[in-house]
């Protein structure tokens, strides 16, 4: 359904290009940013106690191009088996068309993402950690914050990604089973009839804005994977953000100062910049990371770093899409 070579191609082709950096400060940064994320993730795993035992190592460095082919192949990996292949003589032609229109919406991404763990990326699929250097320098400028401090303080973030899905050995095999379903759920023509959805709105309309067009749509089925795979990204981007906050005052002199001028940075950018990023779901994604950093302060906060990381025993003590908005409510399931 997706030429996702041609989104590589079309997102590399259009993606802005970076601040204008001299060629050894743009040498230093990739130095700095590659070995700074071996020193983060000590610092996490001091932190959280997870994986101990992992071998510690380098992230790699790339510009927006490269970003845009990496996620590329990797949601080409993702997605992949469920995903249907266009068939018929039209099918390359609505293949390219996605193609074409991935790669529009790869390309605006890729002027704002500073790194990612993508843990279907890489030569091997097994996993890559990617920091996107023009990005980092970019926003470091931008804040008028200390270089070394602020890349280190991405690295805590993006390798707390990193440890949840290597130290976590089942975690991303659910996650592609989870998408696995609602992709084929939602390729298969899975939604309801007409009347299944009218049968729905009343209490669509009772949930008012916490219930938007796209779960309307969902069969009762799909809604319920796409409840667990919201609830797990929102734990996962909280738990990141908590660790790089929680780990910052100890490695991150200006963190503080970091931390404020990130958050209004992220609120910040146009009109038409903000309708992008309401369209393409980047400001549901900023809420995510505010309702999982509060859950998991306030289960840290109730039973320590050893009773949060109940979480990660088994799907079925991950929290629900209800217990990330009360989790007291988890934190009585697991601990009593």
Known sequence: MVD???????GALLV?????????????????LRELTVEAEGH??????????????????VDRPGWVRSAAAGLDALTGRALPQQGGPFGPILAGGAGVQTGLVLAFLASRVLGQYDPF??????????????NVVAAERAMDVPGHDFRLWVCLHEC??????????????????????????????GTDSLAD????????????????????????????????????STLLEGHADFVMDAVGPQVVPSVDTIRARFTARRKGGGVFDRLLRALLGVDAKIRQ???????????????????????WRSPNTLPSRAEIADPAAWVRRLHG
Do not use: C
């Not at 890489?122 to 950690?129: R, W």
């Not at 990371?289 to 906060?301: L, S």
């Open 44 to 61: 996490v795993r001091q932190l959280t106690n997870l994986g101990a035992d992992l071998p510690l190592l380098p992230g790699e460095v």
């Open 289 to 311: 990371y505010e309702e999982g950093a509060k859950f998991t302060k306030h289960v840290v906060d109730a039973v320590g770093m050893a009773g949060f990381n109940a979480v």
């Open 160 to 189: 707390t990604h990193r440890l949840q899905f290597t130290a976590v050995t089942w975690l991303r095999d659910y996650f592609a089973d989870e998408v696995e379903r609602l992709v084929a759920g939602l390729a298969g023509g």
């Open 197 to 232: 959805l009218v049968g729905r709105l009343p209490e669509a309309i009772k949930q008012g804005p916490k219930l938007n067009l796209a779960e309307l749509l969902q069969s009762p089925k799909e809604r319920a994977v796409f409840d667990r795979l919201l609830a797990l």
């Open 4 to 10: 996702w070579a041609l989104a590589a191609q079309t």
């Open 121 to 134: 990326g890489g030569p091997d699929k097994a996993g890559q950690l990617l920091l996107v250097a023009p």
């Open 16 to 32: 802005r290009g970076g601040p204008q950096v001299p060629r050894v400060e743009a040498e230093a940064a990739v130095t700095d």
